[in-house]
């Protein structure tokens, strides 16, 4: 007889697991503690609420990030193989989604499969005779947290992420934030992003005063802020200007690729505005996380041009993600060592971004499937990058584990790699491509 399989979080990571356990002919038990319990960062009841952006990265083909994606089509994910196509919205060759749509349909996928069955409770403790996948999430509620230590024997780990703001389409001047795509590039020729460009001037202006402004303090008592850990790769604005005056323009505001009409020659620096929904009635501030104070924040970010009336529908903010030590717990098909019942999945496994979430998902949902049937989950074949992401997150250095999105430095070299920087990740993908249908075919 088939076993349950109980998952704990209805974010990106747990309802592509449920999804897909129930996919195998297994029964899903999903909690989720929200709207009962919220969290400092998700401001509604849906499921996989995009918290901090709502971009999926790159889909230029024979990139990384666009390699993962095209694994998790072949595999049948539900988020990133129908529903994202289903709820996308114009942003170059980047996949981005229109928030609200996307976790509408996520949630009525859950709720409406008759193999899912949806709690709206919290789960402080775990029953050692059923099957677990946690994916809580980085921002793990303290009761499931002190039960995890537990189990683990370990303490928390934990590193502080941020969320770019949110401003009303209406109030920007479209006078001087010119539509253009960096080279022109975009998805169908259209172009995709605005763009506030500086001068000089208006750059240093800008930076003097994002360098005064107050921030919020770290919000966890033992946290020192001289000691306040960030993830590198979603740095706020404030901590990329304390490291020089050009980081700056040389980072988020970069003006490559870009000509101000106006002025008819690139900006000396830019801020770019992603869509946000499907109706174009707001904009993100692409790379623009931050912890100012709101005040500061909003006197600060009206000081990029096209944004002197801006009128903000979210503020930047900070939060506190958690995560476990997974190489010194984790197998690579997502398993405790010591408590193979259990598998993790999601950001709080240690993978960072929305599509490795997705994937770390759908490999504990595949193996927590096979161990209801009464079978060994099999690990996906190294040169994947499904495979990758797992020997990352069961294999790094246990004493420097750090959170990680899919990079080519993940997946195995090439024993005789072309010289040509194109044709070496063509080739790694192809390879991963490759490993994955052999590995497919095998395991239908």
């Known amino acids: 007889m088939t076993r349950e399989v109980h998952i704990i979080g209805a974010g990106l990571a747990g309802c592509e697991a449920a999804w897909q356990v129930a996919r195998a002919g297994g029964r899903a038990v999903l909690y989720e503690m929200r709207p009962a319990r919220q969290t400092a960062a998700h401001k509604t009841a849906a499921l996989a609420e995009l918290v901090c952006s709502n971009s999926l990265k790159s889909e230029q083909e024979n990139s990384a990030p666009w390699l993962l994606k095209e694994e998790l089509r072949r595999v049948k994910s539900l988020l990133i193989g129908e529903i994202a196509p289903r709820t996308r919205v114009p942003a170059g060759h980047a996949l981005t989604v229109d928030r609200e749509l996307f976790a509408a349909e996520v949630t009525r996928a859950m709720e409406c499969d008759p193999a899912i069955e949806l709690r709206r409770e919290e789960v402080t403790a775990l029953d050692p005779d059923q099957i677990w996948i946690i994916a809580s999430g980085p921002l793990t509620s303290d009761g499931l947290a002190a039960e995890i230590a537990r189990m683990t024997g370990s303490e928390r ?10 401003v009303d389409a209406e109030s920007i001047d479209t006078s001087i934030a010119f539509r253009a795509s960096r080279y ?3 998805l169908d020729g259209t172009a995709d992003y605005l763009n506030c460009p500086f001068s000089k001037d208006e750059y240093e202006t800008f930076l003097d005063a994002l360098l005064a402004a107050s921030s919020v303090p770290a919000h966890i008592d033992e946290d020192h802020p001289d000691n306040t850990r960030y993830f590198e790769a979603c740095l706020p604005i404030e901590e990329i200007a304390r490291r020089g ?5 040389f980072g988020p505001m970069k003006p490559m690729g870009l000509i101000d009409p106006r002025a008819g020659r690139r900006p000396w620096a ?13 904009y993100n501030l ?3 996380q931050n912890h100012m104070r709101f005040g500061d924040q909003q006197r600060v970010l009206r000081l990029i041009p096209g944004l ?3 009128e903000f529908l979210r503020f930047g903010q900070v939060h506190r993600n958690t995560y476990i030590n997974a190489p010194a717990l984790l197998g690579p098909t997502l398993q405790m060592r010591t408590r193979p019942s259990v598998f993790f999945a999601g950001q709080i496994s240690g993978v960072e971004g929305y599509v490795e979430s997705v994937a770390t998902g759908l490999i504990a949902g595949r193996g927590a499937a096979a161990l209801a049937r009464g079978d060994a989950p099999e690990p996906f074949p190294r040169q994947s990058a499904l495979g990758s992401l797992c ?3 069961s294999g790094a250095d246990p004493l420097h584990y750090q959170p990680a999105n899919i990079t080519f430095d993940l997946l195995p070299k090439l024993e005789n790699p072309p010289r040509d920087k194109k044709a070496r990740y063509a080739e790694v993908c192809r390879r991963a491509l490759a490993a994955l249908d052999e590995y497919m075919y095998a395991h239908v």
């Open 286 to 288: 692409v790379g623009f």
């Open 270 to 282: 830019v801020v770019q505005l992603r869509q946000e929904d499907a109706r174009a009635g707001s």
């Open 391 to 393: 020997h990352y997150v």
């Open 245 to 249: 005056r050009d980081t700056l323009r």
């Open 308 to 310: 002197a009336s801006a």
């Open 184 to 186: 022109d590039k975009s």
């Open 157 to 166: 780990l934990y590193f502080y992420d941020s969320i770019s703001p949110i």
